[in-house]
């Protein structure tokens, strides 16, 4: 059974730094495409960042533009795990963010089809 679990949302002040974390079970994340979204109060869901690779040795990384030099993608497939460093956070980062995974690459963008429970990040002074 495929399941994905977020951990680290949590309070921060504008500037500051959260690193948020997807661990997976029920399958191997090596060949998968794993998306953080996230959805804010009255919003859409938007992608945020995406990370993929064709052979389980190279990865590409996609970032939506408002995150784009400020939120890092990472993996660790020992782990299991997918990470996403958000730096320089701003108040329009609050949402919660959900990270999702997809058999194949990160595009064309899509509904992913598997999802994890969201977890709650809120940027404010």
């Known amino acids: 059974q495929v399941q994905l679990v977020e951990s680290g949302g949590g309070l921060v002040q504008p500037g500051g730094s959260l690193r948020l974390s997807c661990a997976a079970s029920g399958f191997t994340l090596d060949r998968y495409a794993i998306g953080w979204f996230r959805q804010a109060p009255g919003k859409v869901r938007e992608g945020v960042s995406c990370?993929?690779?064709?052979?389980?040795?190279?990865?590409?990384?996609h970032y939506a533009d408002s995150v784009k030099g400020r939120f890092i993608i990472s993996r660790d497939n020992a782990k299991n795990t997918v990470y996403l460093q958000m730096n320089s956070l701003k108040p329009e980062d609050t949402a919660v963010y959900y990270c999702?995974?997809?058999?194949?690459?990160?595009?064309?963008?899509?509904?992913?089809?598997?999802w994890g429970q969201g977890t709650q990040v809120t940027v404010s002074s």
């Open positions: 999702a995974a997809d058999q194949g690459s990160c595009l064309p963008p899509r509904d992913f089809g598997s």
């Open positions: 990370i993929s690779s064709s052979d389980g040795s190279t990865y590409y990384a």
